[in-house]
């Protein structure tokens, strides 16, 4: 099983909201991400969580904030977003990671993302 | 840090053909290097790998070159079908240091005609 369950699949919210994203691996690994996609763009990583604790933070600005309360699941807690964040969101999860990512050579399985849009 | 090249954007072939797509990488400590084939509406899904100690791999009618001393690989998909179609995506991964994480490159947009 190589299954990375997101939701919700879509997910509609207003610049004052606060929504959150999940996200769920069953497959033993203890690395997880969250990444951005745009339309006709590659993924973007945001967020890396190593065994439970953010090792990475792209930059992102703070009305996203990663959650990990166990070693399956990942939240992305969302509040006071902007139109320009709508896009697709993607969980993705592997085998080993390093403090500053995953262990070179480790496959990554995505998601199927969360289809963000922000009015 | 590592930059992915990947060319071409869009590919078009007859149903039947063979496609390739091809990426570069700027790192030469890169050691891995998934492909990923996204369809519309869809999260990617990793549909073959190759290590840096592998010149190729083969899968069913996919397969993955390697060349280390370019510093290029490439995907090729033979006797494609209409449900190739999809967005492929080449990437590298480096061990630790400032990054260990998924450099993309920018897509390519594959449409196989019937």
Redesign the interface.
Known sequence: DTEVTQTPKHLVMGMTNKKSLKCEQHMGHRAMYWYKQKAKKPPELMFVYSYEKLSINESVPSRFSPECPNSSLLNLHLHALQPEDSALYLCASSQGALARGWRAGTEAFFGQGTRLTVV | GENVEQHPSTLSVQEGDSAVIKCTYSDSA???F?W?KQEL??????II?I?SNVGEKKDQRIAVTLNKTAKHFSLHITETQPEDSAVY?CAA??????????I????TKLSVKP
């Open positions: 890169s050691n891995y998934p990923y509406g869809k999260g990617p899904q990793l790998d290590r995506f991964s480096s061990p630790g240091g400032s990054q260990g994480n998924l993309f490159g920018k897509g």
